[in-house]
C-alpha cells in the first residue's frame, strides 16, 4: 500500500464530504480510524480518503468506488465480517478500493481488489476486509488496460 504524501486534496468550496469510523484503521494505519471522504469534482471517480489519529495527524489515500468502473467486480464478504458491520446487502454498503499511483506514470495506477474498506452506510463504520472471493481478483489491478481497444465503425 501507497500513501501519497506530497500531492493531497487543495481544499475548495465545492468539496463534499462523508465521514466515517475505522476503529481498527487500515492495515498499517491502525492508529487512524477517522476517515473523511472528500468528493472534488473536478477529480472524479478519484475520490480522497483522509485519515485522522487521535493527535490530529492525517494521512491521505486516492480511492475509487469501484461500481461502473472495474467491470464484473463483485466483492463477497464472509459471513462473520457481514454481521460485524451489520451488513444485510449491497445498499448498505459503500466499497472504496485503495488506487495506487506513481506520480511519474500515472497511467499504470494499481487498485486493490483484494482488501476493499467496507462502510456500512447506516452505521458510519467501516472497516478494511479480505474478500471471500479473492481468489477472483488481484491487490494490483490496472486501472487503465494497456490493450487497445477496437474502434467501432
Not at 491502525?30 to 495527524?57: I, Q, V
Not at 491521505?60 to 451489520?86: K, M, Q, R, S, T
Not at 479473492?134 to 474502434?151: G, Q, R
Amino acid at each position: 500500500m501507497r500513501v501519497l504524501t506530497s500531492a493531497v486534496p487543495v481544499e475548495t468550496e465545492t468539496r463534499v464530504t462523508n465521514h466515517f469510523v475505522l476503529p481498527q484503521g487500515l492495515i498499517g494505519f491502525r492508529d487512524y480510524s477517522h476517515a473523511e471522504l472528500l468528493y472534488l469534482p473536478d477529480h472524479l471517480p478519484f475520490l480522497w480518503m483522509k485519515l485522522t489519529n487521535p493527535e490530529g495527524d492525517s494521512v491521505h489515500f486516492v480511492v475509487i468506488e469501484p461500481g461502473g468502473i472495474i467491470p464484473d467486480y463483485e466483492p463477497e464478504l464472509f459471513e462473520n465480517d457481514a454481521a460485524v458491520l451489520e451488513v444485510h446487502g449491497a445498499r448498505d454498503t459503500m466499497v472504496l478500493n485503495i488506487v495506487t499511483i506513481d506520480q511519474d506514470r500515472p497511467l499504470d495506477a494499481k487498485v486493490n481488489l483484494i482488501g476493499p474498506i467496507i462502510v456500512n452506510r447506516r452505521t458510519k463504520i467501516g472497516r478494511q476486509l479480505v474478500i471471500a472471493n479473492y481468489s477472483n481478483y488481484s491487490a494490483h489491478y490496472a486501472l487503465v488496460s494497456s490493450t487497445p481497444v477496437a474502434a467501432s465503425a
